[in-house]
């Protein structure tokens, strides 16, 4: 019998019962205990979940109350100084390095003032890490033991998991020395790392565990020959070491053969690889594997939420088997279903023909169970049959395509995708009309989303609101921003964005070709939970989408109001992509509908329109190559397919975070101006890098995610620090990114204090 295995389960509960937990322990009003309680719960459901589905090999400690990764930190004492120094709980240092924290003095407690530790992208995920920093005085050792505690909980229940824990070297490789150590390679402090895994290793086979799952993603990166030899050193020592669990190497999100030399030989029960991202590697792999090991099979799709071909995935496994014989073959999800919604019996408002064709993580657990069943020889016709008849019906389904759609994608040529003049004319001609001063202020988009607006938003959606109520509300929201931005005197305003409960679901609700979930969260990171619509078929915008809220804040102020899009990139990269035609198509089909935008809010007189991609340096392929290249021209490519069609007074700004970015991909785009995330990377490096970019240039100046306010001193000494390597005239001055998630007391005064630091140089500078 060919076993089923999945590699982690969401955490965030079928109704998003974590978010809710952990804010209203943030806010004060639970306790601890509440919380814990909590998290008890989603885990112990989600273990009973898949038992009752008939999966064999399921994971524990996939849970976290923040992140994975920072999980680890914690549980390896790789702590920075800074979250230490107040004798804070141990749950509370973990949110504290997740989200910083800052809380006023009381008769008990003494006031605590710290940053968030750095956050980026999951590999080419939506899904952001808490980067583990490595300062000078580090001291390795063991912080309770969650892994076990969870691994003995499960274990109550009567059901025998399979821990999961990020592996050594992807630890390492994905953390970072911080600015004053920066001559330090994470990857040497593997020696000191290896005896704590071996610890906490011990302790869970010493607990009944007797496998573990250590994922390596790293391995689908491009690795240096010090991390590659760090890979056979490290499981190579685990082989050495005695009373440990077997342990599964995993890794997804691409191919391995790369980097296959370090896997060989290796001392590891069996490997798990993504044949579902990479099939190609499947000869590869199975030519490197020894003897006795197992091959874990990743064939359901943690990534999407399209129904698996149960008759295609089934064939490949059988490969596999011919190979190995059935009893080293498992069958897998590709991933963690991390990054799927959690069940799709909770979509009651989905279309029933496109419901046919999704999968959520709950339903993913009954695929992964058939299709060993099925390769297993058992009887499952009926799965098979109803399965295939979805398959079809997809396939011919009249939610698909469009043939005006197509045609218009064929006809883009160069004049489509390049501005009328270079950026130094444009600039010529840009400056009469905006007349800005030096180091001008603006802000990212949003504002704070407050519960009002979210009330609002419900009753108007249930009905209980009329559209011109509605609408009313929403302009009383645009005017309340407006009127603030003008009484702490920036530059270049925005409307705030309080019509938007997402910004790609915002656009994906208005453009056809588009399904969007009631129900369908998926983690992003901590608390914050998105909910990414479907492209489904050929797409195409029926109407304007942005253009009345932007002309309403225009009207109402004498400054200059930014439009405020989302790039096609980013609408394809937070949407669950279709897996029928590539992605560049899809990408250029939104491009067209943004054009269309773009050129609407510049006739309509918005005189400034952002068109923001935060997603594009995630959608980078994660090796070097042809692959890479050709994404980095097709994504330019859309971009300047948007918003080439205006004239060279309009300027275009675009924006990008939470990754590392290289300028010479934003360079390709040609806006005018963009804003980056900055505040958390302003070593001397990073900014050199940005030295030479020929455009203006705002860099983010204080963390969004912290509700943390910086001081006027701050916003200066970090001005002060960029300039000595950036020059003055290009300088933009804003935030890391939108406000959205922030409250309204700390957004005005951190803007306020920023505001304060900007007219601070523009003095200096006029003297
Ligand atoms: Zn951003």
Known sequence: MVQSAVLGFPRIGPNRELKKATEAYWNGKTSAEDLLKVGKEIREQNWKLQK??????????DFSFYDQVLDLSVLFNVIPERYTKYQLPQLDVLFAMGRGLQRKATDSEPAVDVTALEMVKWFDSNYHYVRPTFGKNLSFKLN?????????????????????????VSYLYLGKADKDNLELDPISLLDQLLPLYTEILQKLAAAGATEVQLDEPTLVLDLPANVQAAVKKAYTYF???????????????????????????????????????????FNDVLAAIGQNQTLSVGIVDG????????????????????????ERVIVATSSSLLHTPVDLE???????????????????????????????????????????????????????????????????????????????????????VFNLPLFPTTTIGSFPQTKDIRINRNKFNKGQLSAEEYEKFINSEIERVIRFQEEIDLDVLVHGEPERNDMVQYFGEQLKG???????????????????PIIVGDLSRPKAMSVKESVYAQSITKKHVK?????????????????????????????????????????????????????????????????????????AEAFRVATSGVSNKTQIHSHFCYSDLDPNHIKALDADVVSIEFSKK?????????????????????????????????????IETILKTYPAEKFWVNPDCGLKTRGWDETRESLTHMVEAAKYFRNQYQK
């Open 52 to 61: 009752e589905a008939g999966v064999d090999i399921i994971a524990s400690n």
């Open 514 to 532: 588009y399904a969007f979930t009631t129900n369908g969260w998926v983690q992003s990171y901590g608390s914050r939970y998105v909910r990414p």
């Open 346 to 432: 909770n979509e009651s408002k989905l279309d029933a023909e496109l419901k046919n064709y999704f999968s959520f993580a709950t339903q993913k657990l009954g695929e992964v169970v058939t299709i060993a069943k099925n390769v297993s020889g058992q009887d499952v016709s009926a799965a098979l049959q109803a399965n295939a008849s979805a398959i079809t019906a997809r396939a011919n389904s009249t939610f698909i395509n469009d043939q005006t759609v197509k045609d218009r994608v064929s006809s883009i040529d160069a004049k489509m995708s390049t501005r009328a003049a270079p950026f130094p004319q444009r600039l010529a001609e840009q400056q009469p």
């Open 239 to 281: 082989g050495q070491q005695s009373n440990l669990p077997k342990i599964t190497l995993a890794s997804y999100f691409g191919t391995v053969v790369p980097n296959l030399e370090s896997l060989k030989n290796l001392p590891v029960s069996g490997f798990h690889f993504d044949f579902v991202r990479a099939p190609e590697q």
């Open 682 to 718: 302003d070593d001397a490096n990073y900014i050199a890098e940005f030295k030479d970019y020929p455009n203006h240039i705002g860099l983010g100046l204080f963390d969004i995610h912290s509700p943390r306010v910086p001081s006027t001193q701050e916003f200066i000494t970090k």
């Open 303 to 326: 990534r999407n939420i399209w129904k698996n071909n149960f008759a295609k995935s089934s064939s490949f496994v059988q490969q596999a088997i011919a190979k190995l014989g059935a």
């Open 563 to 635: 439009g405020m899009l989302t790039g096609p990139i980013t609408c394809l990269r937070w949407s669950f992509p279709r897996d029928d035609i590539d992605q560049q198509t899809q990408a250029y089909q939104l491009a067209l509908a943004l054009r269309d935008e773009v050129n609407d809010l510049e006739a309509a007189g918005i005189k400034i329109i952002q068109v923001d991609e935060p997603a594009i340096r995630e959608g980078l392929p994660l090796r070097a190559g042809a692959e890479r290249s050709a994404y980095q021209v097709w994504a």
């Open 144 to 168: 309770g033991q969650k892994p076990v505690d969870e691994f003995l909980e499960a274990k109550a229940l009567g059901i025998q998991t399979r821990p999961v824990l990020v592996g050594p």
